[in-house]
């Protein structure tokens, strides 16, 4: 027994990296069969679909054709796979807020009126699919599309938009007001004096009217630059990431 344990702590000493040692070097990770599996095929999918979706001129049409119905039912199938995650992700609301209200607590009744709500979202849905408020639409003619849900998700989105937008202004004036309070720097001047522009050149008053066309370049030359900038990581990004997944190097593999 004691030559077993001498035997298995000299074995863990091997595999561990020495801390003392400044050269150490890690043990390296061994892939198991299901992640080379994975990796191989995500590979071969991305690939298939990259090649639909943009043929290389070289390649005949026969092989260009059947690429890209290959990329479209791909294409398919993770519209349908994503179907099927929100119908989870619906299900899994309704189970959580029901346990919840079951709970009881000083939550429920918010519990209680997200389902209510959800629910009836879903029902007038369903009806409006089938038809059956066609009545109540104004000035409806038969044959026309129902929109009394789509009519119903505009007005309260709107709504909410609306008042989120509004209450923007006052987070931005408190921003301004703290970051002048903690520190004035050059950056900090800049911001406030940016942020005074903006808003008091949509305030539609003529003594300041001489805001507006400084409001608009300011809106359209460094907004738009940083804009630009930040999508332009955003498609670096998911450049890299997509050729760390067509090369397998992706972390989810390794785990």
Known sequence: MAANRGSVNNLNNRRAPNPNVPNARPPRRRISLATAILSALATALALITLLGLAPLPGVPESASTILSQLSSILIQLVTVVGAIA??????????????????????APYNLITLLVAILIVVVHLADRAGLLKALEPGYTAGDTPLVSITLMDAIQVAIESALAGLLLFFLVYAAYRLMRRRVTIWSILFVVTLLIVLLGYIPLTYIGFLTPIREWLLRVPVSAGTRGILIGVALGTITVGVRLLLGQDQSFRE
């Open 86 to 107: 929100v119908i989870i992700g619906v299900i899994n609301l309704f189970a959580v807020h029901w346990n919840k209200l079951r709970a009881g607590g000083r939550a």
